[in-house]
C-alpha cells in the first residue's frame, strides 16, 4: 500500500515537472549552455557569460575544450577590455570583438598567467575564448565577423535582454 502511494506521489510529481518544464523561462538555460554562433565560415559551440560572477569565473577550472567549444564575454559598452588566464589550466586564443561583430584582433594567451592580456583599442563589445590555435586554424581572423544574430539568439535563450548587449 505505501509503495502504491509512493508511487503515485512520485507520477504527479513527474507529470507536474513535466508540465512546468514545457512552460519553463528560457533563463533556466545556464552558463554550461552551448549555442551555434557561426565566426568567419565555421560553427562554433560557445557557453554565453553575460552576468558579472560568469565572466569573473569565465573557463577557470577547464582542463579540456572540444574543437569547435568555446565562451563569449558579453559587455554592454564599448571598452579596452582586459583579461587573464589565473587558475585556466590550458592556454587559449582570444577574439576582441566590435558591436557589428567585427574580430578586431586576437591574441595568445598562456595556461596559468596572472598577467592581463589587453585589446589594443578601446572599441571592443565582447570577448571570445577558443582553444589555442583555434583562430588561426580555421582562418577567423581580424575584419572576419562574428554572426550577431547568433549570439542575439543565444543571449536571448539564456534569458537576457540582447539588446542591453548587442544594439
Excluded at 554550461?32 to 562554433?44: N, S
Amino acid at each position: 500500500m505505501i509503495r502504491t502511494l509512493f508511487l503515485a506521489v512520485a507520477l504527479a510529481l513527474v507529470a507536474c515537472d513535466s508540465q512546468h518544464g514545457a512552460n519553463a523561462p528560457t533563463a533556466e538555460l545556464g552558463i554550461e549552455t552551448r549555442f551555434p554562433v557561426r565566426m568567419g565560415q565555421v560553427l562554433g559551440q560557445l557557453r554565453i557569460a553575460a552576468t558579472d560572477l560568469e565572466k569573473a569565473r569565465g573557463l577557470m577550472g577547464t582542463a579540456k575544450l572540444s574543437e569547435e567549444e568555446g565562451m563569449a564575454f558579453m559587455y554592454d559598452a564599448e571598452s579596452q577590455m582586459r583579461f587573464w588566464m589565473k587558475d585556466t589550466p590550458l592556454d587559449l586564443d582570444i577574439a576582441f570583438v566590435s558591436r557589428d561583430g567585427t574580430v578586431l584582433e586576437v591574441r595568445t594567451m598562456t595556461a596559468g598567467d596572472t598577467e592581463t592580456t589587453a585589446s589594443t583599442t578601446d572599441q571592443v563589445r565582447f570577448a571570445i575564448e577558443m582553444r589555442s590555435g583555434w583562430f588561426r586554424d580555421f582562418g577567423v581572423k581580424p575584419g572576419e565577423k562574428i554572426n550577431v544574430d547568433d549570439m542575439r539568439a543565444a543571449l536571448k535563450a539564456r534569458g537576457f535582454d540582447a539588446k542591453r548587449f548587442i544594439p
